[in-house]
């Protein structure tokens, strides 16, 4: 059977335009909806987040920091197991300055990419000794540290210091990039438009939050295989489900197939 005799003329238009309309509503209410997916993302936060003791108040700018180079390639899981012993073994940034580099290997084992987390911690505790102990309040001189990237700055900038910054990582990534049909990857960094997008879903109250949120809800729900679609909160409004529940048209000469929400230009 032909893709014609399929999809009649009459069907494949109205089913495009079905499509687009749901792009445009939805390319107008990227932004204007950002208050009603803080309110889904919140909502499901205090139901279903997760729970960790780097996230618990008070952390430290070193404990924050720790926690974030733990979590490099590995599960959020290891690194519960391994967080507070290497906290109580290590507690400081001299302590860490002071260790031998086999040392650290030793207790970063069980992890993964241990030999470079314990290069980035021996490089990193030497850096901030060198300073007097103290983690810098600027992104720019974060950055100038050894084995601190724009994540882990970003992190310390918003967990440490109460600063609002889009902790754009891989889930948060796939879970914008989903919902607003802008492909991107963390490593676009301010450049892209997923971060525009990130920072003024952020912005406001209970900022931390919202990213912890984010986070959590890319890893539970919004997941790399097998998304749980079907017991998303946010899926009336998702570019992605949008578009898969409508299907793929076939194509129909002189319309646009449904544009992205957000454009990298």
């Known amino acids: 059977m032909t893709m014609a005799r399929q999809f009649p003329v009459e069907k494949r238009i109205r089913a495009m335009e079905q499509t687009r309309e749901a792009s445009c509503e939805l390319a107008s209410e990227a932004v204007d909806r950002i208050p009603w997916l803080r309110r889904r993302l919140l909502s499901w936060f205090e139901q279903s987040g997760r729970s960790f003791p780097w996230r618990e108040p008070g952390r430290t700018p070193y404990e924050v920091v720790v926690a974030e180079i733990l979590l490099q390639r590995t599960t959020a899981a290891g690194v519960v197991r391994a967080y507070s012993g290497f906290i109580e073994r290590y507690p400081s940034w001299a302590t860490l300055a002071q260790t031998p580099l086999d040392?650290?290997?030793?207790?970063?084992?069980?992890?993964?990419?241990?030999?470079?987390?314990?290069?980035?911690?021996?490089?990193?505790?030497?850096?901030?000794?060198?300073?007097?102990?103290?983690?810098?309040?600027?992104?720019a001189e974060l950055e100038r540290l050894r084995g601190i990237g724009p994540y882990t700055a970003s992190a310390v900038l918003a967990i440490v210091y109460g600063r609002t910054e889009a902790l754009l990582d891989v889930n948060m990534t796939r879970l914008l990039g989903r919902l607003l049909g802008s492909p991107g990857s963390p490593e676009a960094g301010a450049k892209g438009p997923l971060h525009a997008f990130a920072l003024r879903l952020v912005s406001g109250k209970r900022s931390l939050e919202i990213n912890w949120a984010v986070l959590?809800?890319?890893?539970?729900?919004?997941?790399?295989?097998?998304?749980?679609?079907?017991?998303?909160?946010?899926r009336t409004r998702c570019w992605s489900f949008i578009k898969k529940r409508h299907g793929d048209p076939p194509p129909f000469t002189g319309r646009e197939e449904m544009p992205p929400l957000l454009s990298s230009s």
């Open 103 to 139: 040392g650290l290997e030793n207790a970063l084992r069980p992890l993964g990419l241990w030999r470079q987390k314990a290069l980035a911690f021996q490089h990193l505790a030497q850096s901030v000794e060198e300073r007097g102990g103290v983690i810098p309040r600027t992104r």
């Open 216 to 234: 959590d809800f890319g890893a539970l729900v919004c997941r790399a295989r097998r998304p749980r679609c079907p017991e998303c909160p946010l």
